[in-house]
Structures are given as C-alpha cells and as structure tokens.
C-alpha cells in the first residue's frame, strides 16, 4: 500500500528535518553569538541591497542633474545630492554591487591561492617549504596598502584590477595560517596511509589535506571580506580604484566630499556609514566565527 | 646566545634582498618611466626622441637592468641612497623629515592604541560572554571597520561646525614648537590608534582568557591570594607576550602604511611619499623608500624574537 507515494512527498519528508536543523543551527548561533548574529544580519541586508539595487534605488546612480547640485536631504533626495547632483542614497545603494563584489572576489581568490600554497608548502616540506616560507616572508614584509598599491599602479584601475590587488597581499596572510595547520595534519595516519598506499601528490593534498584545513580558510576568508571592502575604499578614496562614474562608496569620499564637507557634509558622512556599517557586519561574523571555530588561531 | 642573535641577523639580509629584487623589478613593470613622464605630459609629440635618451641617460635609465641594480646595492652597502630621479635631491634628505614625523606618529598611535587595547581586552576577558565583554568588542570590531580616513573626516568637520577651529595643517617638527606639532598630530594618532587597538585588544582577551584557565592560576585562587595580585603577577604577566608582538608589528606597519590617513590630514610622511614617489615613476626613491619601510618591519620582528627569549625562559634558542 505504501508502494504509491508520490514522488514529492518523499523529497518534502527527507528535506523537513533538514529545514528545521538548519533553522535550528541558526538559533542556537544567535543564542550562543549574539555578536556573530548580528553580523550575519547585517551581511543578510547587505547582500539583499545590493541584488535589489535596481528595486530599492530611487534613483539611475549615474544621472547628473546640475539644476538640483549639493542638495541637502529632503523628500525627494533622502540623503541629498552630490556635485554632479547624483542621488546620494542611489550611489550608495548600488555601490554596495561594487564593494561586494570586489570584497569576495579578492577575499575568495586571494584565501584560495592562499590555502594550495600553505598546503602545498606544508606537504612538501624540505627544502620546498623554506624556498615558499621565505618568498611569502619578502611578501609580508609591506604593509597591506603598499604592495596593493604597487599592484594597482602596474596593472591601473578598475574594478577587476583592484580586486588583483586586494588579493595579492592577503595570499601570503592565509597561506601562513594554513601552512601551520597543515603541518600537523600531514602527520596523520591517514595520510601517510594514503601515502602508503601510493596515491599520487596531488590526490593527496587534495582528497586528504584541503579538506581538513577548511577551518582555518573559512576564518581567513571571512576576516578577510572587511578588510577587502576597506582596502577597495581606501583605494578608490586614494583615486587608484574604481573609477567614476561607477557608485563605489570609497570614491563618494573623495574630492568634492572632502572640499565641500562643511557645506555638504551629508556626502561625506553617508557614504563612510555605509563604509563602516558594511566592515562591522563582515567583522563582527568573522570575529564570532574564529571564536567559534578555533578560538586559539591566531591571526593578525 | 650571541651566536643565535648573529644567525637570526643575518637571515635577515636574504629577505631583504628579496624585496629589493621583488621591488625593483615591479617598479619596471609598471609601464612608463620618469623621463616619459616629465617630457611627454599629453600626446607626446613634441619629444624629441633623441632628448628623451639624453635625459634617460642621466638618471642613469641607459644602463642595463643588472647594472642599475648592482649599482643601488653597492650604494647601500656605502649608505648612499643616491638621488630621486624626479627632484635629483639626495634621497636621505628626501626621506629625512618625513621619517620623523611618520615615526613619531607611529610612536603616538601605538601609544593610543596600547593604553585602550590591554585595559579593554582584560576587562572583557574577566567578563568573557557578559554584556561588558560585548560591548567591548562591539567598541573595538567598530574601530576596525570605521576607515581612518573617514574618521579623520568627521573629525575636523567636527572642529569645524562644533568649535570653529581647525588643528593646524602645516607641519612643525616637535622640536621646533611642541604645542604646535602636537595640535597636529593627535587627531590622526587618535583616528590610526583607535583602529589599531582592534587587533590588540581581541589578542589581549583571548591571551588572557588562555592565561586564567591555566592551572596555577587556580593554585593562586586556592591558596586564597588577592584576586587583583593574581591577575597583575600571574595572568597579565604571561598574556602579555603575544599583545607585545602584536603591538610592535603594528608599529612597524604603521610607519609606512598610513598611506591614506596622511591624505586626509594633509602630513607629508612616507605614505605621502611613496604615493607620489610612484606616481613619478621615481625609481630610486620608491625602490629605497621600500626597501626602508621592509626593513623597520623586518628588524622589529628580529628584535621580537630576541626580547621573547628575554621574556619567556622556556624559550630557548638554538
């Protein structure tokens, strides 16, 4: 009698307990990390301005409207205008697009790379590992602005240029912390098992090793993401980023905000919360998460 | 001992060696050079290429990559840096004035962020997942995600609207008039310090939180002994080593990377330097400038090292 279930019914029965466990993570998260929660929250609202930038935004970000210049706040322009008499809340709206997406694709690519050379370093070991240990040494030796301005001077601006840039300082970070974890890792009896029973390098590291060093990843990566949109909006400010006209919100900061700041002030001050608010959120999880993870990694 | 400190110095050399290499063959990556610059401002037209290989020749652009590299390197073993390409000014001179003012507000900056990190962090970490302890890592994670540059924004908006003041804009060295210099440079030694006593303060609560689960720390507390002697005596002094080096490689950083926060504050430092210094295409300053600014980094690490030993005897050194 049983044999007629439909098929739907299966998939509702074997998906509902996966639901609610997942809603059960979440609670139990909250109650545990209010902090990490709040981040989460603040992530959740991030990502949902920026995919629905083209509902939320009042107004096209890069229309000009030099009848209505340096208008301060009012009904029709909730946060003003700029010099160029662009809506301030629309810049911002749609420069959450831009500091996303150069948060994690610098943060993603930059821990990735980051996590095959701390492995691949750890696994080798020998002379491998010191020849790495020593390059990544010459690499963190600058200070994080410099070599990412470096970077962006060689390669000039633009969006996918100062995601490059973003990310090549932050491979020898991650690469540092994974490496000392994997060091332990490839002590295991399991890998030398595999390593017994001839698998080849790469089967290794990649079956065996990466998955076990995903702790430490996730933390970087996620330590990273603020940093990313920081950096991004340091840059930008700097002029040595994303270029206008793009809604970027580093770039809002520069020039006519800064001249204009006593006149104008809401064109500095919108832009730099949302700066902020946007970092807080990616550092507030990123900080709950470590703790939660592995509180005794240290990071810098 | 003495053997250990001469190793650990001369391993240093290699790595800076691989930054000057690393830096140097960036710089010429980097498309277009000093003369081109200077000359071709626009279309470039009016160059005249047989000119623009006079002038390459005298900033020594003409020689071969190896040579022009040789060249800087034996320069810095005399302690000549030679002279910036743009200027033609002696580099050591070029540097000079804004090493000061970048080191002394490194030096203010590190000193803010000391004296909020290590009280905020014990404090949370005495209250671990009690709302003091939120609130101070709300306090400090805001300070991490508020960019300096912007605070530094707000701040002197602030004078301006609040108080119809504006700190001074021009740079007087401390010796020259203290008052002057310090009106300065507080702000942004209040903005940089404020965001770096982030990190510190998470390392300070987490060392600390490590420290008091330790087992002597309950022989202490068994024993009956005052809870403010364990804390000073037993805890802090063992949780403060890893903020140390915490500390000190922030301030090494801090000497070179405060690129935007010199923007903002209108201070002629090296982050102020190197920006222009690579928008000139000025290889032998930005190559020095660097290499400088690697090797603070690089000698405050050897320095770390040592002192660890100095403070932790179950640290011994091969």
């Known amino acids: 009698m049983a044999i007629n279930v439909p098929a739907e019914t299966i998939a509702e029965v074997s998906l509902a307990p996966a639901r609610r466990a997942w809603i059960a993570a979440a609670i139990k998260f909250t109650r545990q990390r209010p902090i990490g929660a709040l981040g989460a929250a603040i992530i959740l609202v991030m990502a949902a301005v920026a995919s629905l930038a083209g509902v939320l935004a009042p107004y096209d970000p890069l229309a000009t409207d030099y009848g209505g210049m340096l208008a301060p706040p009012s009904a029709t322009h909730w946060l003003g205008t700029d010099a160029f008499g662009r809506d301030v809340l629309s810049r911002i709206v749609y420069g959450s697009r831009t500091a996303l997406l150069v948060g994690f694709g610098a943060s993603v690519l930059g821990a990735t790379l980051g996590v095959f050379v701390g492995v691949a370093s750890a696994y080798f070991g020998g002379r491998v590992d010191l020849l790495v240990q020593r390059v990544m040494d010459i690499f963190l030796s600058f200070p994080l602005i410099v070599l990412a301005l470096a970077v962006v001077v060689i390669l000039g601006t633009g969006v996918l240029n100062v995601t490059l840039a973003i ?71 700097l002029g040595l980023g994303v270029q206008e006209p793009t809604a970027a919100w580093g770039l809002m900061l520069r020039g006519a905000a800064v001249e204009f700041a006593e006149a104008a002030p809401w064109m500095a001050l919108f832009p730099g919360l949302a700066i902020s608010l946007g970092v807080f959120g990616f550092s507030l999880f990123g900080d709950s998460l470590r703790d939660a993870l592995d509180p005794k990694l240290r990071t810098l | 001992m003495g053997k250990y400190i001469l190793k650990r110095f001369l391993l240093m050399i290699p790595t800076l060696l691989g930054v000057a290499v690393l830096v140097f063959v960036l710089l010429r990556v980097v498309p277009g050079d000093v003369v081109e610059l200077r000359f071709m401002s626009g279309e470039g037209q009016f160059a005249d ?51 000061a003012l970048s080191l002394q507000l490194a030096i203010m900056a590190t000193v803010v962020a000391t004296l909020l990190a290590i009280p905020l962090g014990i404090l949370a970490a005495l209250k671990q997942d009690t709302w003091v302890d ?86 202490a507390r068994a024993k009956g002994l005052w809870t403010k002697l364990i804390l000073t005596r037993h805890a ?59 090797f603070v980094f690089i000698f405050v690490n050897f320095l770390m090292d040592l002192l660890y030993g100095r403070l932790d005897p179950r640290i011994r050194y091969r």
């Not at chain 2, 020749?57 to 390409?85: H, N, T």
């Not at chain 2, 949780?239 to 923007?263: K, R, S």
């Open chain 1, 167 to 237: 990310m090549v300082p932050m491979i020898p970070r991650c690469a540092l912390v994974v490496r000392s974890s994997a060091l332990a890792i490839r002590e295991m009896p399991y890998v030398e098992a595999a390593r017994a029973a001839g698998f080849g390098h790469a089967r290794i590291i990649f079956r065996h090793m990466l998955p076990n060093v995903m702790a430490p990843y996730l933390i970087m990566l996620t330590a990273f993401l603020g940093q990313a949109i920081l950096l991004e909006a340091s840059l930008s400010f």
């Open chain 2, 49 to 99: 290429p047989q000119m623009l290989a006079m002038e390459r020749a005298k900033v020594g652009l003409d020689k071969p990559m190896w040579k022009q590299f040789l060249d800087w390197m034996w320069g810095i073993v005399r302690l000549d840096l030679g002279v910036s390409m743009w200027t033609g000014a002696p580099i050591t001179e070029e540097i000079k004035l804004r090493f």
């Open chain 2, 134 to 219: 939120y609130t101070v890592r709300v306090f400090s994670i805001a300070g991490l995600a508020m960019p300096s540059f912007w605070l530094g924004i707000l701040m002197i908006l602030g004078f301006l609207v609040i108080f119809k003041w504006l700190p001074p804009m021009v740079y007087t060295p401390l010796w020259v008039n203290p008052w002057q210099n310090l009106a300065q440079l507080i702000w942004p030694a209040l903005a940089v310090g404020y965001r770096y006593s982030a990190v510190a303060t998470r390392m300070t609560r987490s060392a600390m939180l490590e420290v008091l689960r330790e087992d002597y720390i309950r022989t």
């Open chain 2, 236 to 294: 802090l002094k063992n949780a403060m080593l890893p903020v140390l080096t915490v500390i000190a490689l922030e301030f090494a950083f801090l000497l070179g990377g405060l690129v935007v926060t010199e923007q903002v504050f209108n201070l002629n430092g090296l982050g102020m330097l190197f920006v222009q210094a690579i928008s000139h295409r000025d290889y032998t300053l930005t190559q020095s400038l660097v290499l400088l600014v690697a």
